[in-house]
């Protein structure tokens, strides 16, 4: 099983920053991806910014030149740093982790998700 223990989450006033950590635990000996996703009630779960482990980012157009994600692969760890940060980003901030499985194909895990509220 693999377990993802996510961090840096609060409330900030518009225009500050946050810097998210996601660390993955767990039987697993490497991965495809890491990234983030949000969610805001009656809205579908949506892509904020995800990493390859070679380092080749995807980026929500929301959040492009805001938000920068980057990985430490040693330690299993994804970061989003958020920088001038809207009341819009308000949201459950989901970490993920795509681990290769049999059959060439691969698996989702989950964090249970930090709270990022902007406010003033």
């Known amino acids: 099983q693999v377990q993802l223990v996510e961090s840096g989450g609060g409330l900030v006033q518009p225009g500050g920053s946050l810097r998210l950590s996601c660390a993955a635990s767990?039987?697993?000996?490497?991965?495809?991806?890491m990234g983030w996703y949000r969610q805001v009630p009656g809205k579908q779960r949506e892509l904020v910014a995800r990493?390859?482990?070679?380092?080749?980012?995807d980026y929500a157009d929301s959040v492009k030149g805001r938000f920068t994600i980057s990985r430490d692969n040693a330690k299993n760890t994804v970061y989003l740093q958020m920088n001038s940060l809207k009341p819009e980003d308000t949201a459950l901030y989901y970490c993920?982790?795509?681990?290769?499985?049999?059959?060439?194909?691969?698996?989702?895990?989950w964090g249970q998700g930090t709270q990022v509220t902007v406010s003033s």
């Open positions: 990493i390859s482990r070679g380092g080749i980012t």
């Open positions: 767990g039987s697993f000996g490497s991965f495809n991806a």
């Open positions: 993920n982790i795509n681990i290769p499985t049999a059959w060439a194909r691969s698996y989702d895990y």
